[in-house]
T-cell receptor, first 117, second 113 residues
C-alpha cells in the first residue's frame, strides 16, 4: 500500500496567492483528517470527513480556508488568499472507522510544508 | 484546562536509561488512547495503543489510569533511535458515529551516547 499521499511536499508562495493542497487517502479508509502543525500551536485538527462528508470543521481558522472531498480517494485544502501566518506543515491523515467503538489508527501523509512570504 | 496535556520536555537521557512520560486528559468520556511517535520533519506514526489493562511492546510499556485521567509511556533501555517527539492521542467513544481525536503537544526525548 502506498500510504497517504500528499502533494505538493513543499510550497512557497507570496501573500495573497491561492494555495491548494492535495491528499489521497489509503484505499478503503472512510475517514479523512486535515491537520496543521506549528511550533507554537502543535498539531491542530482543521477538518474531519467521514464517508466524504465534512463532519467537523470547527478547526478551520477562517473563511480563507476551505476543504472538499469530492470522492473517497481525493481531498483538497484550499487557502485563498494566503497569509504569512498560514505558514506551517499541513498533514492529511486517513483511517477506517467502524461502529465497534474501538479506536482506529490514523495514518498520516508526509505533509506539505507551506511557506507564505 | 487543555484537553490533553503533556510535558514538552525535552527529556535528555543517556543510552540505556529508563524514561517515562505522562499525558493527562480532561474528558472523562474518553475511551481510546494512543501514543504516536514523530521524528524531526516527519509525520506522526502510531507507536502503540493503550489498553485498560496496560500493554507492553518490547521496550515500551503503556498504561492507563482512568481514575486520575492520565496515560503513561515507559521506555526501557533507551536507544539513540528513540530520540523523537512522543504525542499522546485521546478519543471519545464513537457512540454517535463520529468522533474527534485530540493530540497532545508532544514530549521531546533526546537520547545521547
Amino acid at each position: 500500500d502506498a500510504g497517504v499521499i500528499q502533494s505538493p511536499r513543499h510550497e512557497v508562495t507570496e501573500m495573497g496567492q491561492e494555495v491548494t493542497l492535495r491528499c489521497k487517502p489509503i484505499s478503503g479508509h472512510n475517514s479523512l483528517f486535515w491537520y496543521r502543525q506549528t511550533m507554537m500551536r502543535g498539531l491542530e485538527l482543521l477538518i474531519y470527513f467521514n464517508n466524504n462528508v465534512p463532519i467537523d470543521d470547527s478547526g478551520m481558522p477562517e473563511d480563507r480556508f476551505s476543504a472538499k472531498m469530492p470522492n473517497a480517494s481525493f481531498s483538497t485544502l484550499k487557502i485563498q488568499p494566503s497569509e504569512p501566518r498560514d505558514s506551517a506543515v499541513y498533514f492529511c491523515a486517513s483511517s477506517f472507522f467502524d461502529f465497534s467503538g474501538i479506536g482506529e489508527t490514523q495514518y498520516f501523509g508526509p505533509g506539505t510544508r507551506l511557506l507564505v512570504l | 484546562r487543555k484537553e490533553v496535556e503533556q510535558d514538552p520536555g525535552p527529556f535528555n537521557v543517556p543510552e540505556g536509561a529508563t524514561v517515562a512520560f505522562n499525558c493527562t486528559y480532561s474528558n472523562s468520556a474518553s475511551q481510546s488512547f494512543f501514543w504516536y511517535r514523530q521524528d524531526c520533519r516527519k509525520e506522526p506514526k502510531l507507536l502503540m495503543s493503550v489498553y485498560s489493562s496496560g500493554n507492553e511492546d518490547g521496550r515500551f510499556t503503556a498504561q492507563l489510569n482512568r481514575a486520575s485521567q492520565y496515560i503513561s509511556l515507559l521506555i526501557r533501555d533507551s536507544k539513540l533511535s528513540d530520540s523523537a517527539t512522543y504525542l499522546c492521542v485521546v478519543k471519545p467513544h464513537a457512540s454517535g458515529g463520529s468522533y474527534i481525536p485530540t493530540f497532545g503537544r508532544g514530549t521531546s526525548l533526546i537520547v545521547h551516547p
